[in-house]
C-alpha cells in the first residue's frame, strides 16, 4: 500500500453538498489519513464531486431502496476500475454482497471490510414497510454469505461483535462510529425541570417498539398525572404516537428537531426512554449522558453495552410494558436517584467521544490490518 491508502467507502447515507461542518470534519480528518472515495445517496437530485459519487433518489419510493442495491454492483465496479482502491468499507452487509459481485466483475484485489452497526435482520423484520418481511429469507442468506466471505469486519460494541461471531467471524476491530456530539458536550448541564419528564428520540418504527412505549405510559399516566411525555421522531407507526397524544394529558410530540432542539429537550428532560427491541449502538444515549439524563432502556441489542443499570440508568426487559412503567415512575417521582443517575451519565459520557483525527486514525489502522490477513 502507498503512504496514503486507498479507501472506497459504499453505503446508503445520505449526504448534501456541501458536507454540513460536523461532516466536513469527519472527511477532512479522513482525507489526512486516507485517499478516500464515497458512494452514497443524494439528499437532492444527485451529483458529487471528486470524493463522492452520489446515486440519486428513485421514484417511487418504495422501490429506492431495491433499486439502489440492484444498481450498487455496476457502481462499485466502475469505482474500483477508476480509483484502484486498496479496500472497500460497507456500511452493512447488504452492500458488501455487491461489492462482492463488484469486485469479481472488475478484477479487483481491493480487500472488503464490512461495518456492522446492529442486527442486520432488523432491517427487513422491524424497519420500513412490512413488505420487507418478504425479502428476509433472502437477505438473511446474502447478508451472512458476505460477512463470512469479508476480509476483515468492523463492529462498534460488545454486541454487534456477538452477532459476527455467531457467524464465525471475529471482529477485527471494534470501536464506535464517529459522531460529533458538540451541540451536546460543550457546555454543562442543565438542572433537571421541575416537572417531571421523560423524552422519547427515534424513528417511528417497530424496532423502536414505540407500541410498547405507549402502552406503558398509559400505564404511568394513572399512577402519576402529573408527570410528561415529549416524543420526537417519525415513520411507520405514528398512528400509535397520535392516538396516544389525543388520549393521554400531557404527552406532546415532534416530528422533527434540529441537534440544537434535541439538546434543549435533553435539558427540558427528565431522563431519556429508549424501549427499542433492537439496537446497535444508541447514539442518542450518549447525548443523553452529555447532558447528565439517565436513561431507562430495554436490556436489547446494544443499549446494555451503553446502560448500566443503577449506575447511569434503569435496565427492563424488552417487551414489558408494565416493567417499562415501574421503572419510569420510579426514576420520575425519586429525586434522590435521579441525581445519582444524572452523576452517573455524565462521567459516562467521556468514553464514548472521540474527536476526527482519533477515528481517521482506527479506520485506517482497521484498513492494514484487512490488507494483514
Known amino acids: 500500500m502507498s503512504d496514503r491508502p486507498r479507501l472506497l467507502i459504499v453505503g446508503r447515507s445520505r449526504y448534501r453538498l456541501p458536507l454540513d461542518d460536523s461532516l466536513r470534519r469527519k472527511f477532512d480528518a479522513l482525507g489526512e489519513a486516507l485517499d478516500v472515495r464515497v458512494i452514497g445517496t443524494a439528499l437532492s437530485d444527485g ?66 471490510i464490512v461495518d456492522v452497526h446492529g442486527d442486520w435482520d432488523t432491517a427487513t423484520e422491524l424497519y420500513g414497510s412490512r413488505l420487507r418481511r418478504v425479502l428476509s429469507p433472502v437477505t438473511t442468506r446474502v447478508s451472512r454469505a458476505a460477512l463470512r466471505r469479508a476480509d476483515a469486519v468492523r463492529t462498534i460494541s460488545e454486541f454487534t461483535s456477538d452477532l459476527v461471531r455467531r457467524e464465525g467471524v471475529e471482529p477485527a476491530h471494534v470501536f464506535p462510529a464517529y459522531v460529533d456530539f458538540g451541540t451536546f458536550s460543550e457546555r454543562p448541564p442543565e438542572p433537571p425541570p421541575e416537572r417531571p419528564r421523560a423524552l422519547f428520540v427515534g424513528v417511528l418504527e417497530r424496532y423502536k417498539n414505540v407500541d410498547g412505549l405507549a402502552a406503558a405510559w398509559r400505564r404511568v399516566h394513572e399512577r402519576e398525572p402529573d408527570v410528561g411525555l415529549v416524543i420526537v421522531g417519525s415513520g411507520r407507526e405514528r398512528a400509535i404516537v397520535e392516538r396516544l397524544v389525543a388520549e393521554v394529558p400531557g404527552v406532546t410530540w415532534h416530528e422533527r428537531l434540529t441537534h ?57 426487559p424488552a417487551g414489558d410494558p408494565d416493567a417499562l412503567a415501574d421503572a ?46
Open 47 to 112: 451529483g458529487g464531486d471528486a470524493t463522492f459519487r452520489l446515486v440519486r433518489r428513485r421514484r417511487p419510493a418504495v422501490l429506492d431502496g431495491a433499486l439502489f442495491y440492484a444498481s450498487l454492483p455496476r457502481v462499485v465496479a466502475s469505482e474500483l476500475r477508476a480509483h484502484r482502491p486498496d479496500a472497500v468499507l460497507t456500511q452493512s452487509a447488504y452492500e458488501a454482497a455487491a461489492v462482492l459481485i463488484a469486485r469479481a466483475v472488475a478484477r479487483s484485489d481491493a480487500r472488503l
Open 260 to 316: 440544537d432542539e434535541v439538546a434543549l429537550a435533553l435539558d427540558d428532560a427528565t431522563l431519556l426512554v429508549l424501549p427499542s427491541r433492537s439496537e446497535g449502538l444508541p447514539r442518542i444515549v450518549i447525548e443523553a449522558f452529555c447532558r447528565g439524563r439517565p436513561v431507562v432502556g430495554a436490556r436489547a441489542g446494544g443499549i446494555p453495552d451503553i446502560v448500566e443499570d443503577d449506575v447511569n440508568g434503569v435496565l427492563v
Open 328 to 373: 419510569l415512575v420510579t426514576v420520575l417521582t425519586d429525586g434522590a436517584l435521579q441525581r445519582r443517575l444524572a452523576d452517573g451519565a455524565r462521567a459516562s459520557a467521556e468514553r464514548w467521544l472521540q474527536t476526527p483525527e482519533e477515528y481517521a486514525a482506527r479506520i485506517r489502522e482497521l484498513v492494514a490490518r484487512a490488507s494483514a490477513a
